[in-house]
């Protein structure tokens, strides 16, 4: 009898740890995802606008570079929605996020009321979230970081990581097929530096707008860990923007988590004091 | 003949009193080694129940898929109504619901900037509802280190361990962050009552404590809980009666085929407890084998002396022209009576005393030092229906036995040689 | 000493029933003993079996390493002394540890993926089946064991495939398919409860950790090999050695230790219970030949001899029936207690989970401080319980003792 209560008290133990692992965890998805999404897939940044090249002989380099043109702004604006599939319910949040380049974005939650009012600041590498129920300021740190967030396959590390795609993967047209009855060029990419979530990657980019409409992220074994749909894109302020995106873990039996963009200005002025620790309260 | 017996049994205290004693003692030894035995191999069972599974659990058929991963996204929504139904169901059994959560606490600075945080596990459970005995089935308030017991909403225990890596007093503030039924953030401040020590390394290192009405508002559960535990009235795991409850409760929600419908699962059913539970069993029933076998011989051999005793009373009675069948007809029914009335008063006499000792415990936390919360200081012996019994066995029997070996000597002994013999 | 003798002789002349009483207080006797060695097993059972299955006699962790803030283990791993590894050999099995998801049939599990040499001994982990899969399969599944809690908690069985994905020393994901080459059946949940484990070479490469460990466990040798080095010995518990953090046997076993300690006080109340039914059987004989032997007595007294003395006698006949029960018990007790030593204790298992069982027995073990103990147990108890029955003699008149109408 003795040893078995040693192991239950290993059992108490093993059961903590899984608490402590389930912290960040839940079935339903984030909250936080829709910030980390929107910088990490559709990057914000003002990426290089030099490349002018030949569109001939389109290199995937050269792909990357037109979408990132595209796509890109000195700043954003944005409203969101995000819908989250839980297995008992769908839940929608809303929030209203600026970002400018790649290392600073601001969100405020604005619905629903539980978490109205939290915000989120990320700052050169650094995350803060505020929230009004406890009134306070608390900094996701350390190891933290790379938890994941909220049973969602990006942990904050990702989301903190502002370098750009080009930076990183090493790209190559790999074929052309149609994809929500457009004409889309497939790219393969592939890391070029080890510290990145996914060795390599698979766009689908429409060849005519230079719009992400898939992406699928890839292991380093070849296996398919995850896959977003971009639909609804539509002209905003002379570029063109994907305002709806499905984000799926292919690992994980679910209906993944839908973002929306509800409202998005580009090259606004955005005070300064936006991206600083002042404004979260 | 019978009466006749009882009543020299009654009557001649020389010749039963002794014989009474003897077996009534054994037979409380019996009970008293039983119970305590039983106690003592259905504690690691206890804690498990206590802490975890409780006897009979009821959680959503989702939630029980997963459990370990406490998935409050798929809680029992109107578990209040459903904790009443339970109730009225099942009255005998104590229905609790609590909340198990892992979240980051997270300690401010006097600017309320986050001075140190840190991973916890947290049970939310009934800390201040009249009569709740939740506080006690976590041997909270013995295993506090400082401060004290949380005595109103917003207070918690967090481990001593945790508090002293980030220099946290009773009476400070911090919060903790964690996520809703819903997969919201949760963002919830609490004030530290006081400190505890589980005594496992691994929830000493984080582990909170809060009020399940507490958790309701900060994980936005409100009226819903992830799990309702049944305690049944009897100390240890009875797993007859748990099933029972167990068959009942579910037959009544079979129809239900909705995924989030309550399923009732015994200790047995938790993973790892059903093998816990057969080796329990098993090392019991082997102890409990070997102490009844040991009280039946020492048993029978007081039935084997007493029956020597009387050597010279059956010389006389054959020399007096007894039958010797009815002699030994008579030594065996008499060795039954003051087996059974052994018994009965040796089985009354355990049974008081293991009950007493089950309502108050025995503290050894006088044996042990450093008491822990996991490790319960006060030690129950088990009250069971198997106590009203198991006296019996070495009681009764052994004592029939006993007898009826010595008296079978009354056979060989020839009346002739009776009187030099008896030296009379 | 004539007391002694007297006393010694009258048991010897009483025959059957001295026997008869002995043999039962030595049944008590060796079931005492036999009880506590089973206690005692079961206590070495459960420090062995977790330095068998997980830690060993002795650890080198990576000083950031904790075991239980999974957190940690992003960092803790590093470079393992290879000349350290090889003066050890196979006293002396690195672990490296990764976090890692596994993905049984759609299910999402939090599981530590531990990477563990497929050549190693010393650890009891089953590694030959995967040692043989891993060289027989080029690069393709990855075999894996598993406990039986874990195969129960994600319904996997031997043969059964599952994705499982993690991220390698710079935070790139990956993931492939394990086979699950063995289910495995251990006391101790920490090394089975959400751990999935795969050969070493594996995890290193799949995690780009070349030549890393999170811990080294050390076997007793390994241990007395390293105390035993000229220049390095091993330091303190706690301290660090070569860069890695020493844990020795008592630092490891600490918590099982402590629960030991504080089961000891409930297992002394059924020792005492145990011996309360032997004591009865003496008290029972006492009082019967006090009974009987009331002529003796009285005549005992008529002859001169101090009530005391009767006594005396009287108490310690019935202490002799303990050190003949001793004598006896050691006489059949012994080669009884050593072949149960011998062979264990079955224990039941669970033979419906597939894997592979374990023959869950418990061996015995009988300390000399224990065997002592319950030899004096038994006859200062013996003692007492023959003294109470005999102080009425000292009540007696010798007159009415020599007619026999006393009690």
Request: aromatic share 8%; with cysteine.
């Amino acid at each position: 009898m003795f040893n078995k209560n040693i192991e239950t008290i290993k059992r108490f133990q093993n059961s903590h740890l899984k608490a402590k692992s389930r912290i960040m965890f839940s079935h339903n998805g984030a909250l936080m995802l829709a910030v980390i999404l929107f910088s990490v897939i559709l990057p914000g940044g003002s990426h290089a606008r030099s490349a002018r090249g030949e569109q001939t002989q389109q290199s995937g380099e050269s792909i990357l570079r037109k979408v990132d043109q595209n796509l890109s702004s000195k700043n954003r604006i944005f409203e969101s929605s995000m819908i989250i599939h839980g297995r008992r319910s769908d839940r929608t949040v809303t929030s209203r996020s600026w970002s400018e380049g790649d290392k600073k974005s601001f969100s405020e939650y604005l619905s629903p009321a539980a978490e109205a009012g939290t915000k989120m600041l990320k700052l050169e590498g650094q995350l803060w979230i505020y929230t009004p129920s406890a009134d306070r300021t608390i900094q996701i740190s350390g190891h933290m970081l790379r938890q994941s967030v909220m049973g969602s396959d990006l942990s904050y590390e990702d989301m903190m990581d502002d370098r750009k795609l080009t930076d990183i993967y090493d790209s190559r047209v790999v074929s052309k097929d149609t994809l929500q009855g457009r004409d889309v060029l497939i790219l393969e990419l592939t890391a070029r530096v080890t510290d990145v979530a996914y060795h390599r990657q698979k766009m689908w980019i429409d060849a005519e707008r230079f719009v992400p409409l898939r992406q699928e992220m890839y292991a380093k074994s070849g296996q398919l860990l995850k896959r977003m749909e971009l639909k609804d894109v539509e002209r905003i302020q002379g570029r063109w923007f994907p305002k709806t995106m499905i984000y799926k873990d292919m690992l994980k039996e679910g209906k993944g988590t839908e973002f929306r963009m509800t409202k998005i200005q580009f090259d606004q002025q955005i005070p300064a004091h936006i991206f600083t620790k002042a404004s979260l309260r | 003949m019978k009466k006749f017996l009882l009543k020299g049994i009654l009557h001649d205290r020389g010749r039963s009193l002794l014989p009474v004693i003897v077996v009534a003692t054994g037979a409380m030894l019996t009970v008293l080694l039983y119970s305590w035995l039983t106690g003592v191999m259905g504690e690691s069972l206890e804690m498990s129940s206590n802490f975890m599974t409780g006897d009979v659990k009821v959680t959503t058929r989702a939630y029980a898929a997963d459990a370990d991963q406490f998935p409050n996204d798929l809680a029992i929504l109107d578990s209040d109504l459903l904790v009443e139904e339970l109730r009225k169901e099942e009255p005998a059994v104590d229905w609790v619901s609590r909340i198990r959560f892992g979240a980051l606490a997270d300690f401010p600075d006097s600017a309320g900037e986050t001075r140190g945080q840190g991973p916890v596990a947290g049970w939310a459970i009934d800390l201040f509802s009249e009569g709740s005995l939740e506080a006690q089935r976590f041997n909270l308030a013995a295993s506090v280190v400082r401060g004290a017991m949380p005595d109103s909403p917003g207070e918690c225990l967090i481990s001593e361990d945790l508090a002293s890596r980030f220099n946290v007093e009773p009476g400070e503030e911090f919060t903790l962050f964690g996520t809703t039924m819903e997969g919201g953030f949760s963002f919830t401040n609490f004030i530290v009552a006081g400190t505890v020590r589980f005594g496992s390394a691994g929830l000493d290192r984080g582990a909170v404590v809060i009020d399940l009405n507490d958790a309701r508002n900060a994980f936005a559960m409100q009226g819903a809980t992830g799990e309702i535990l049944g305690y049944l009235p009897e100390t240890y795991f009875d797993e007859e009666e748990a099933e029972a409850v167990k068959a009942k409760l579910n037959a009544g929600w079979a129809a239900d085929t909705d995924e989030f419908a309550p399923v009732a699962q015994t200790l047995r059913d938790m993973p790892g407890m059903g093998d816990l539970l057969d080796y329990t069993k098993s090392i019991s029933g082997f102890m409990i084998f070997i102490f009844v076998s040991a009280m039946t011989i020492v048993l029978w051999n007081g039935g084997l002396l007493g029956g020597l005793r009387r050597y010279t009373e059956f010389g006389v009675r054959i020399a007096l022209g007894e039958d010797k069948g009815h002699i030994y007809r008579s030594l065996l029914w008499e060795a039954l009576m003051i087996g059974t009335i052994g018994s009965v008063i040796g089985t009354t006499i355990g049974v008081v005393i293991a009950t007493s000792l089950n309502i108050h415990g025995i503290d050894i936390s006088g044996m042990m030092k450093n008491a822990t919360m996991l490790m319960p200081s006060i030690v129950r012996p088990a009250v069971d229906s198997v106590i009203y019994y198991i006296g019996f066995i070495p009681g009764v029997f052994s004592m029939v036995l006993g007898n009826a070996l010595a008296g079978a000597g009354i056979y060989k002994r020839e009346t002739a040689r009776l009187f030099n013999e008896l030296e009379v | 000493m004539l007391t002694f003798i007297l006393a010694f002789r009258n048991l010897m002349g009483s025959g059957k029933r001295t026997w008869l009483n002995v043999s039962v207080l030595s049944l008590a006797f060796v079931v005492i003993i036999f009880y506590n060695g089973l206690l005692e097993g079961w206590n070495v059972q459960a420090r062995t079996d977790t330095m068998a299955w997980e830690t060993g006699n002795g650890r080198l962790s990576h000083p950031l390493f904790d075991q239980f803030d999974p957190f940690t283990l992003a960092d803790s791993h590093g470079k393992t002394d290879e000349g350290l590894l090889t003066l050890l050999g196979k006293d002396a099995s690195p672990v490296l540890i990764t976090q890692a998801t596994a993905y049984p049939n759609g299910r999402l599990f939090n599981v530590l993926l531990k990477g563990i040499d497929t050549r190693q001994t010393l650890l009891s982990v089953p590694v030959r089946l995967m040692d043989s899969l891993a060289s027989a399969g080029e690069g393709g599944v990855i075999p894996a064991v598993i406990g039986d809690r874990m195969a129960k908690a994600a319904k996997l069985k031997a043969g059964d495939m599952m994705v499982v994905r993690w991220r390698d020393a710079n935070g790139t994901f990956d993931a492939r398919e394990v086979m699950i080459a063995e289910v495995f059946r251990t006391n101790v949940p920490s090394v089975d409860v959400s751990q999935v484990w795969i050969p070493l070479e594996y995890l290193r490469e799949m995690t780009s950790m070349y030549g890393e460990a999170t811990y080294i466990t050390l076997s007793k040798e390994g241990v007395a090999k390293l105390n035993g080095a000229a220049d390095d010995k091993l330091p303190a518990s706690g301290e660090l050695y070569k860069g890695w953090r020493y844990e020795d046997e008592d630092a490891l076993m600490h918590e099982i230790d402590t629960v030991i300690k504080a089961k000891k006080g409930s297992s002394t109340v059924i020792s005492m219970l145990l011996l309360c039914i032997a004591l009865l059987a003496i008290f029972d004989t006492q009082i019967l030949s006090i009974f009987r032997r009331q002529k003796e007595i009285g005549t005992y007294i008529a002859l001169g001899m101090t009530r005391l003395k009767v006594v005396g006698i009287f108490t310690i006949e019935g202490t002799i029936h303990s050190v003949l029960a001793i004598a006896l018990g050691t006489l059949w007790g012994m080669p009884l207690l050593k072949w149960i030593q011998h062979t264990g204790i079955p224990m039941p298992s669970n033979t419906d989970q597939a894997g592979l069982a374990i023959a869950d027995k418990i061996v015995p073990v009988y300390s000399a401080g224990m065997l002592l103990a319950t030899v004096l147990l038994v006859v200062i108890s013996s003692l007492v319980v023959s003294y109470i029955p005999a102080r009425k003699i000292s009540k007696m008149k010798p007159t009415e003792a020599l007619k026999g109408k006393l009690v």
